[in-house]
């Protein structure tokens, strides 16, 4: 199996922040990878796949990067909105996930 | 736009089968598209892939899931469904059915999700 690990596992961030979470892969992945943000009792919602391709109809204030075995999702201005529980998802072998970011009000 | 709707009992007894359909409306159910998947969340916790079903024919599983586990895809009435074999208090959990694209390998749709409890 293919392990996930994010860090932060809660973020304390404020509106206008620029955020970064980071996603680490016990192998590489190549850029098999995807992030989603979760608002409570809602189902996930895909922001990025192919580790920097933005979902239609994303705003354009999430980014993200990298390769191999080490990703990051950035907000770039944090809005209220965003106050959520991302995840980042490989699925270079079958799909597996990452613990999970809270990124919550400071 | 493509919705997806999971259906099934909210309690099951211990030892017993858990079964959920998922019926798809709004969008392509064949040919090959996608990737027809399972995924739970525990309380307060992660998200853990289940496994898929790919157009009427390979299905594969988490290995941690895979000997209790089988999934089926029912195209004349636009569903697939998952069956999980002696369920324990440790498979309560919200179950979302989805669809990963062939493609691009993200989970682009989603269910809202069901509840199961698993007690007597």
């Known amino acids: 199996d293919i392990q996930m690990t994010q860090s932060p596992s809660t973020l304390s961030a404020s509106v206008g922040d620029r955020v970064t979470i980071t996603c680490r892969a016990s192998?590489?992945?190549?850029?098999?990878l995807a992030w989603y943000q979760q608002n409570p009792g809602k189902a996930p919602k895909l922001l990025i796949y192919?580790?920097?391709t933005l979902e239609t109809g994303v705003p354009s204030r999430f980014s993200g990067s990298g390769s191999g075995t080490t990703f990051t999702l950035t907000i770039s201005s944090l809005q209220p909105d965003d106050f959520a529980t991302y995840y980042c998802q490989q699925y270079d072998t079958y799909l597996s996930f990452g613990g999970g970011t809270k990124v919550e009000i400071k | 736009q493509v919705v997806l709707q999971e259906s099934g009992p909210r309690l099951v007894r211990p030892s017993q089968t858990l079964s959920l359909t998922c019926t798809v409306s709004?969008?392509?159910?064949?040919?090959?598209?996608?990737?027809w998947t399972w995924i739970r969340q525990h309380p307060g916790r992660g998200l853990e892939w289940i496994g898929y079903v790919y157009d009427s024919g390979p299905t594969h599983y988490s290995p941690s899931l895979e000997s209790r586990a089988s999934m089926s895809l029912d195209t004349s009435n636009n569903e697939f469904s998952l069956t999980l074999k002696s369920v324990t208090a440790a498979d309560t959990a919200l179950y979302y059915c989805a669809r990963e694209s062939v493609v691009y390998g993200a989970l682009g749709d989603w269910g809202q999700g069901t509840q199961v409890i698993v007690s007597s």
């Open positions: 192998q590489t992945i190549a850029d098999f």
């Open positions: 192919r580790a920097s």
């Open positions: 709004g969008g392509s159910f064949s040919g090959g598209d996608y990737y």
